[in-house]
């Protein structure tokens, strides 16, 4: 069975300065792994994603994560947030598509809400 | 292309009332879901359809059946409400080509069940 942990579940930060939102997983498989955005009474957006190739992936609004395969993380940066980045970031993991299902579930963290503060 | 559409948007119920969440993609694709979602827990698969014809239960089917009426629509219902029913519920579909599909979120329904 797979799992995410995201450490934190409120992160405060500045305007302008820089941000890292955590996300560690656990897998007996291949995963895939997934960053996504929710903003204030809305649904789920994607922010980025890792299939293979390259661990540095970069994403919508200049959101980045990197791939630790030894240390199973994939975190979430941000150089300089903006008052608009306020919201609330869920880590997701999707191993291998069953076989006799062809599903595609992913396994959700807790969410870190994110809050920038002029 | 409103992409993912849920109805209704909020809901009050009483205990051991019935309703149906209803959930309509115009984007062709084959795999729908049925998610939850409760403060500190993430989502929550209740349940999904890889293609039309076809269901099968998440980590929380407890206390829901599923109906996958056509290739567009996906409806979720509650037999008989009970508290800890209440949740936000999404719904979401994804494409089944390449290794990955992205899946398209709805807005939500915001359900209290008293």
């Known amino acids: 069975a797979q799992s995410v942990t995201q450490l934190d579940s409120q992160v405060p930060v500045f305007e302008e300065a820089p941000v890292e939102l955590r996300c560690n997983y656990s897998s007996s498989v291949s995963v895939y792994l997934f960053w996504y955005v929710q903003y204030p009474n809305q649904g789920l957006q994607l922010l980025l994603k890792?299939?293979?190739?390259?661990?540095l992936v970069k994403g919508i609004n200049g959101f980045e994560a990197e791939f630790n395969k030894s240390q199973t993380s994939f975190h979430l940066r941000k150089p300089s947030v903006h008052i608009s980045d306020t919201a609330e970031y869920f880590c997701a993991v999707s191993d291998q598509v069953a076989k006799d299902t062809g599903r595609r579930a992913l396994t959700f963290g807790s969410g870190t809400r994110l809050q920038v503060q002029p | 292309n409103a992409g993912v559409t849920q109805t209704p948007k909020f809901q009050v119920l009483k205990t051991g009332q019935s309703m149906t969440l209803q959930c309509a993609q115009d984007?062709?694709?084959?795999?729908m879901y049925w998610y939850r979602q409760d403060p500190g827990m993430g989502l929550r698969l209740i349940y999904y359809?890889?293609?039309?014809?076809?269901?099968d239960k998440g980590e929380v089917p407890n206390g829901y059946n599923v109906s996958r009426l056509n290739k567009r629509e996906f409806s979720l219902r509650l037999e008989s409400a009970a508290p800890s029913q209440t949740s936000v519920y999404f719904c979401a579909s994804s494409g089944t080509s390449g290794r990955f599909s992205e899946q398209f979120f709805g807005p939500g329904t915001r359900l209290t069940v008293l």
């Open positions: 984007m062709n694709h084959n795999s």
């Open positions: 359809s890889a293609s039309e014809g076809t269901t």
């Open positions: 890792y299939l293979s190739g390259s661990t």
